[in-house]
């Protein structure tokens, strides 16, 4: 079956741009993460919705950045008024529930800030 | 911030031979899990081994867990070409859903 899906696959932004990045999930799947992977290093944990609900957004680096899964499928991680350091790879990730360790990971956004 | 921290940084190998890759972290755990990644690409699941586990395999990995030492090893026997990638332990610490990846090792596998 299809995999986690990611678009666009990359997006260049002038700084003070407001940025919309979209997560498909593998179908049925109840939890979905995101990831900001910056060059060179691991991917760091943002946020976390449980179907529509957003359990923990602690990871999330600023009020800048926003997620929402309003149907508890797809999900959009939003980003207004880009900064440079908002340059990195944006991973999704989903899996069954939260009793099922493995997460499925999408091919991931690369957001360039210039 | 980082859990795991990957030994070492890069790995360069010929075909055939073996890669040990280490991670260590810093917290307790519930399990451990080693994600494959090829440039430009999403992570690849390959790899669980539970808190009260010692060691597991799969195909060609095996991977072993010190819980004592807080580390775990990955070992790639008879390694192809087509395991050129970066390698990422993860630990489910603080949250035991959100994952907690290392910087990763990149390894490169010459034919």
């Known amino acids: 079956g299809a995999g986690v899906s990611q678009s666009p696959r990359y997006k260049v932004a002038k700084r003070g741009q407001d940025v919309a990045l979209r997560c498909d999930p593998i179908s049925g799947h109840v939890s979905l993460f995101w990831y900001q992977q910056a060059l060179g290093q691991g991917p760091e944990f943002l946020t976390y919705?449980?179907?529509?609900?957003?359990?923990?957004k602690s990871g999330l680096p600023s009020d800048r950045f926003f997620a929402e899964r309003p149907e508890g499928s797809v999900s959009t991680l939003k980003i207004q008024r880009t900064q440079q350091e908002d340059s990195a790879v944006y991973l999704c990730?989903?899996?069954?529930?939260?009793?099922?360790?493995?997460?499925?990971f999408g091919p991931g956004t690369r957001l360039t800030v210039l | 911030s980082q859990q795991g921290e990957e030994d070492p940084q890069a790995l360069s190998i010929q075909e055939g031979e073996n890669a040990t890759m280490n991670c260590s972290y810093k917290?307790?755990?519930?399990?451990l899990q080693w994600y494959r990644q090829n440039s430009g690409r999403g992570l690849v699941h390959l790899i669980l081994i539970r808190s009260n586990e010692r060691e597991k395999h799969s195909g060609r990995l095996r991977v072993t867990l010190d819980t004592s030492k807080k580390s775990s090893s990955l070992l790639i026997t008879a390694s192809r070409a087509a395991d050129t990638a970066s390698y990422f332990c993860a630990t489910d610490a603080n949250s035991g859903y959100a994952l907690n990846f290392g910087k990763g090792t990149s390894l490169l596998v010459t034919p």
């Open positions: 917290t307790s755990i519930n399990n």
């Open positions: 990730a989903s899996s069954p529930g939260l009793a099922y360790n493995e997460q499925f």
């Open positions: 919705f449980q179907n529509e609900a957003q359990l923990d």
